[in-house]
């Protein structure tokens, strides 16, 4: 019997039309937006230069929650928002919310 199964980030493109960004490309979407460096960024959330590199060049596809908690906070998003649980539409107007996750 042929494998009917699609993954949950296959169906999101499907239902939502268009291609999904990763958790990666709104990290970077959102630190440019703010004018800073991956260094500048990096230092704020108290972690390596390299690893927000890897995490927005998709090196590193996972990370903790408290760094995703800190990223968030910093950037000023949900959480939510940076994990890809909805698209930008969904928030409203396009842009992040003005309200984190706290307790980084």
Same mark, same amino acid.
């Given at each position: 019997?042929?494998?009917?199964?699609?993954?949950?980030?296959?169906?999101?493109?499907?239902?939502? +039309?268009?291609?999904?960004?990763?958790?990666?490309q /709104?990290? /970077?979407? @959102?630190?440019?937006?703010?004018?800073?460096? =991956? /260094?500048?960024?990096?230092? @704020? #959330?108290h972690? @390596?230069? !390299?690893?927000? !590199?890897?995490?927005?060049?998709? $090196? *590193? *596809?996972?990370?903790?929650?408290?760094?995703? @908690?800190?990223? $968030?906070? #910093?950037?000023?998003?949900?959480?939510?928002?940076?994990?890809?649980?909805?698209?930008?539409?969904? =928030? +409203?107007?396009?842009?992040?919310?003005?309200?984190?996750? +706290? +307790?980084?």
């Open positions: 019997m042929e494998n009917d199964t699609l993954s949950l980030s296959r169906m999101c493109v499907i239902l939502l +039309g268009g291609d999904l960004m990763t958790i990666g /709104r990290i /970077r979407k @959102r630190r440019q937006e703010l004018g800073w460096s =991956q /260094r500048e960024l990096a230092q @704020r #959330v972690t @390596r230069q !390299a690893t927000i !590199a890897d995490l927005e060049r998709g $090196a *590193q *596809q996972e990370t903790s929650t408290a760094l995703i @908690r800190r990223l $968030a906070k #910093v950037l000023g998003v949900t959480s939510d928002w940076l994990i890809g649980m909805y698209e930008d539409d969904d =928030q +409203g107007d396009g842009a992040p919310a003005d309200v984190a996750v +706290g +307790g980084a």
